[in-house]
């Protein structure tokens, strides 16, 4: 398929700027694969489409404040992403502007504090980053770091923890689960009351979920790695549940990056650890996830191939046709549409 076929018009003003509060009051537009009808409803209705012994998956990675300013020695001003951990003090991370990070170029960001040197390029066009630190990294990068919400939100976010899921657990992505944003403490608490098991995953959100894809043959994309990690605890509700004949719900694309990478040939799932390289486009034939809830994707995005071969190419775009149509919010902060 071509990069092209991704592609959909989208009013700049339906690009949400703010969360939405209370989070579960985001729209839902929930899609039928077998009909193609489609339902507007609000995201705390999720609970009616969910059945007793359904396991619904969750990502529980927590996001790093993992933007940084600092300066070189010459004082010219950078920007640095965290991207993945490499080495207890060595970063995998984008730098703006590129050109001024050449290896052995030295950053600073808190004079005495917290400081790196690049050891050289990526093959993705990224930095390995080493630090100098004093104390504990994660303390420092909370104290000085900055959320790394993405270019399309260019309002001040008050509260940083918008931006983070209520269940996120281990720091390490470089971006939030956004379908996970909808999620109250409350809503949850019904789910599990109503008989639905919670399962958890973890995926670090990295390059590979929000690079852009720049070939125009879509198949010749590469994904970035990204760790994930599925613990025999989570592996066994998922597996009784398809022995038990119930659904396994995916909350977003990379929760069903990760049950797919971890997934055997009979739909069952093998616990470990690594990293997936997954890149899922119509053609796909999925083994594990039978529903996915998920944000509204940008164009010509690897998120946007996923749920298209999940719920079928032209089906896809027609639904997002018709979101644009009735001013769904997109993106981050926007509303949440469920493939069932």
Do not use: C
Not at 10 to 19: F, K, T, V
């Amino acid at each position: 398929m071509r990069l092209s076929d991704f592609d959909y018009h989208l009013p700049e003003e339906l690009i949400a700027q703010h969360p939405m509060e209370p989070r579960d009051a985001s729209r839902l537009l929930v899609l039928h694969r077998d009909s193609g009808l489609i339902e507007h409803k609000i995201f705390h209705d999720i609970i009616d489409y969910l059945d007793p012994g359904d396991v619904l998956v969750i990502n529980d990675t927590k996001v790093l404040p993992a933007r940084l300013f600092g300066r070189k020695e010459t004082g010219a001003a950078i920007e640095v992403v965290l991207l993945r951990q490499v080495e207890h003090d060595t970063w995998e991370v984008l730098v703006r502007p590129g050109k001024k990070a050449r290896t052995g170029t030295r950053l600073v960001f808190s004079p005495g504090q917290l400081e790196g040197t690049v050891l050289e390029h990526t093959e993705s066009g990224g930095r390995l980053l080493k630090f100098d630190f004093i104390g504990d990294f994660f303390a420092l990068i909370d104290r000085i770091g900055q959320m790394p919400l993405p270019p399309y939100i260019r309002e001040k976010l008050a509260d940083a923890s918008r931006y983070q899921t209520v269940y996120a657990r281990e720091m390490g992505s470089a971006a939030a689960p956004t379908a996970g944003l909808h999620f109250t403490d409350e809503l949850l608490a019904r789910i599990a009351n109503k008989g639905i098991i919670i399962a958890k995953v973890l995926l670090h959100v990295g390059l590979g979920t929000f690079r852009p894809v720049k070939e125009e043959i879509i198949e010749n994309h590469r994904m970035h790695a990204e760790y994930y990690e599925i613990d025999g605890e989570n592996a066994e509700k998922i597996n009784e549940a398809k022995k038990q004949g119930h659904r396994v719900i995916s909350v977003g694309t990379t929760s069903t990056r990760t049950l797919e990478t971890a997934a055997l040939t009979d739909g069952s799932i093998m616990p470990g650890k690594g990293y997936t390289e997954s890149f899922i486009y119509p053609g796909y034939r999925f083994k594990v996830v039978d529903s996915l809830i998920t944000n509204f994707h940008l164009p010509q995005s690897t998120l946007l191939m996923l749920i298209s071969a999940f719920a079928g190419h032209e089906r896809v775009m027609r639904t997002y046709q018709v979101a644009v149509q009735e001013r769904y919010r997109f993106f981050s902060f926007g509303d949440a549409m469920m493939i069932i």
